[in-house]
């Protein structure tokens, strides 16, 4: 039974698909060794951090050079272990197209997706994700390509991110099958998505939460860039739960009823340890409505 808020139990992504409460993100899984990715990935999925999340165009910051370099990264780690593949719900995205900015036509979309199969050495990935918006693509030409990548198996699921609940419907409404997961910025130092019908709408329709940068990025961690009141409140709440800031700040994210499914960027293992205890710490609604304060800077009417 659930102590708190916090159901720890696992989240389906689908009727064949099941995620832990924390996932492992790939957006900082370059500039490292294949020995050090395998380690994480390890580490990861040692926790049931099974979602494994990352994007064709990760790799263009964080210490990468280029395009693709995270999905290869990654590729090439799934390549020399190849039982791990079984272990985890892959998912990637695509449409994000520097410099263009966005492409989501269906010959773009295609071909993104083709290409990150290629670069993951996989014939599937489990959750194809619309990366953000491309605002001059129809839904319906979208939908069409994405139900043809399906239909040949290349895809099990598919999901958005960064959309809004008014784009979201327009793609589902013209999609033969369900999607299962939406991934929005969702921390304690970005609550948009508590407000902008984002929750909601998982909620109303049985869409997975996939936060992304659930620390604002390390801010919370750091303390940088954040305001001081959150990261004292914070504090507070931590040490009366007898856990770390961080921890405490994963918990958060995951209190939702919308039961959200963290996604974790720390590349180190110790980090992912610490993370791990957060499905398990009992918030309370007097804590989440005062991470809720100190974030905004104002008492709640
Ligand atoms: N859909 C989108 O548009 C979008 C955008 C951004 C991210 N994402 C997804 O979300 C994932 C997570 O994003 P994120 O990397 O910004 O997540 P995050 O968990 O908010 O931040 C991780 C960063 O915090 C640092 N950090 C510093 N101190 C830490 C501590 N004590 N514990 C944990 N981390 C600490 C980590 O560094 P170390 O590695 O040194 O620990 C890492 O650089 C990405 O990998 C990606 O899959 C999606």
């Not at 389906?12 to 957006?27: K, T």
């Not at 998912?91 to 197209?97: C, E, L």
């Amino acid at each position: 039974m659930p102590s708190g808020l916090i159901d720890p139990a696992p989240v389906s992504l689908g009727p064949d698909l099941e995620v832990g409460r924390l996932g492992f993100g790939c957006w900082r899984l370059v500039g490292g060794s294949p020995s050090e990715y395998h380690e994480v990935l390890e580490a990861a999925l040692g926790h049931g951090m099974n979602l494994v999340d990352t994007a064709d165009v990760y790799g263009l910051d964080w210490g990468g050079t280029a395009f693709g370099q995270a999905e290869s990264n990654l590729g090439q780690v799934l390549a020399a272990a190849p039982g791990l593949r079984d272990r985890m719900v892959l998912a990637t995205k695509g449409g994000i197209t520097p410099p263009t900015p966005y492409n989501a036509s269906a010959a773009a979309i295609t071909a993104a997706c083709e290409a990150s199969l290629g670069r993951l050495g996989v014939d599937t990935v489990d959750l194809y994700q619309i990366h953000r918006p491309d605002l001059f693509v129809h839904p319906a030409e979208l939908a069409e390509a994405l139900t043809g990548l399906r239909d040949q198996g290349k895809i099990r699921e598919v999901g958005v991110s960064n959309f809004t609940p008014a784009q979201h419907e327009a793609l589902a409404a013209h999609l033969p099958f369900p999607l299962v997961a939406t991934q929005p910025e969702y921390s304690a130092a970005a609550l948009g998505a508590l407000r902008d019908g984002t929750l909601d709408l998982c909620m109303r329709d049985g869409v997975v939460p996939l936060a992304w940068s659930p620390l604002a990025g390390g801010r919370l961690a750091t303390g940088t860039d954040v305001r001081p009141e959150l990261i004292a409140t914070l504090d507070r709440l931590a040490e009366r739960h007898g856990t770390s800031r961080t921890t405490l700040a994963v918990a958060f994210v995951l209190a939702h009823p919308s039961r959200p499914v963290a996604i974790l960027g720390t590349q180190k293992p110790e980090r992912l340890a610490e993370a791990a205890a957060a499905a398990h710490v009992p918030l309370e609604r007097e804590d989440v409505y005062a991470v809720i304060e100190a974030s905004e800077g104002v008492p709640l009417p």
